[in-house]
Each structure stands twice: as C-alpha cells, then as structure tokens.
C-alpha cells in the first residue's frame, strides 16, 4: 500500500520513533500525544482496519496485544495501568485506516471515552 502513511512507517520510508519491531509488527510513539506514554502498534501487513482482518490472521490481533503489554512493562505502567484503544472505522474517529492499537498510560484514564 504505497499511498498508506503507516505502511510507510513500518517499510521505514516515514521516519517515527520506532519502540519495538519483529518479523511482523511495529511500534512507535504517536506524534501527537494524547498521554505521557501513547504508543501506536501496528502489524506490518496492511489491513484498513479490524473489519478487514480476516479470520486466517486473528493471531496478529494476539500478537499485537501481547506486544503492548510488553511495551507497557517495559515503560514501567504495567502495574498502575494503561488503556489499549482500537478505534475502528467511521463513529470511533479512526482516522489512518491501516490497523493500529493505541497504548495510553503514565496518567489516570477516565470513562467513558468521549
Ligand atoms: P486513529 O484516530 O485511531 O486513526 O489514530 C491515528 C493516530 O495516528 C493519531 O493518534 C495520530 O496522532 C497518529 N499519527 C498520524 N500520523 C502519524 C505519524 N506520522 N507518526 C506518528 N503518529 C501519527
Ligand atoms: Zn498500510
């Protein structure tokens, strides 16, 4: 997908601050933070969002969580928490359609989302 901006991100033609990457995910801080950590995970494959994730790939979707708990171990709000946000599709406000978990933490959450 060459028009598809975290396709560009992942292939390392955009520059990001990259904070983990395997064979078939990466991460980066989001350029526009909404808390003191907000890291953006996505699977290097393209898929718009988790609509168009076929059943054959679900273990991706694992993979991506798994990575985001590591990650948030690793910038130490493990244990006082942090929210994993997948916005999908019109009404969540997702805005790049390429599949992408939020990880927000370092500051207290509230609820409901807006
Ligand atoms: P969403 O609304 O769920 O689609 O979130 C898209 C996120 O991508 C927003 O939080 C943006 O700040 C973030 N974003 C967009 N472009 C970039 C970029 N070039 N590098 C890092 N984060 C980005
Ligand atoms: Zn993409």
Not at 23 to 30: G, I, P, Q, V
Not at 36 to 53: F, W
Not at 96 to 113: A, D, S
Request: charge should be neutral.
């Amino acid at each position: 997908m060459e028009d598809c901006i975290f396709c560009q991100i992942a292939a390392r033609k955009i520059p990001s601050k990259m904070v983990y990457e395997d064979d078939a995910l990466f991460a980066f801080e989001d350029i526009n933070p909404k808390a003191p950590v907000h890291i953006l995970l996505i699977p290097k494959a393209h898929h718009a969002s988790l609509n168009e994730v076929p059943d054959s790939e679900s273990g991706l979707l694992g993979r991506l969580l798994m990575a985001a708990r590591k990650i948030a171990g690793d910038k130490g709000i493990a244990a006082q928490g942090y929210r994993i946000v997948l916005n999908t599709a019109r009404d969540s406000g997702q805005d790049v359609f390429h599949i992408h978990f939020h990880l927000l933490g370092g500051r207290r959450m509230t609820w409901p989302p807006g």
